[in-house]
Nanobody, 126 residues
Framework: QVQLVESGGGSVPAGGSLRLSCAAS????????LAWFRQVPGKEREGVAR???????TYADSVKGRFTVSRDNSKNTLYLQMNSLKPEDTAMYYC????????????????????WGQGTQVTVSS
């Protein structure tokens, strides 16, 4: 079955860096988009960054210039390098894939992605 497993979260001071990973299995991950989302309690899931099967990337305005999304298709793994972290980046981070998705609602729309991981917590202190 399709599985996405995130790792790499933690607690860092403002200005610090973290690298998140998402290991995909159970399908041909290299043929589909992968994306990072984040969510804080009481708010909707927010798109952070996406990388298509051809390597095209899309970023939310709030993270442009600070975050870099990449993928290693040989390892079926998605990455998110997060630099210059801010307290407002604090959230649970999830990866998603549009494998078997029922529609396209935009590269950073949660509705585009059908399968999700369990999330990894990122906490940035001021």
């Amino acid at each position: 079955q399709v599985q996405l497993v995130e790792s790499g979260g933690g607690s860092v001071p403002a200005g610090g860096s973290l690298r998140l990973s998402c290991a995909a299995s159970g399908y041909s991950a290299s043929s589909y988009s992968l994306a990072w989302f984040r969510q804080v309690p009481g708010k909707e899931r927010e798109g952070v960054a996406r990388i298509a099967s051809d390597g095209t990337t899309t970023y939310a305005d709030s993270v442009k210039g600070r975050f870099t999304v990449s993928r290693d298709n040989s390892k079926n793994t998605l990455y998110l390098q997060m630099n210059s972290l801010k307290p407002e980046d604090t959230a649970m981070y999830y990866c998603g894939t549009n494998y078997r998705s029922s529609g396209w609602y935009g590269p950073l729309s949660p509705g585009t992605y059908k399968y999700w991981g369990q999330g990894t917590q990122v906490t940035v202190s001021s």
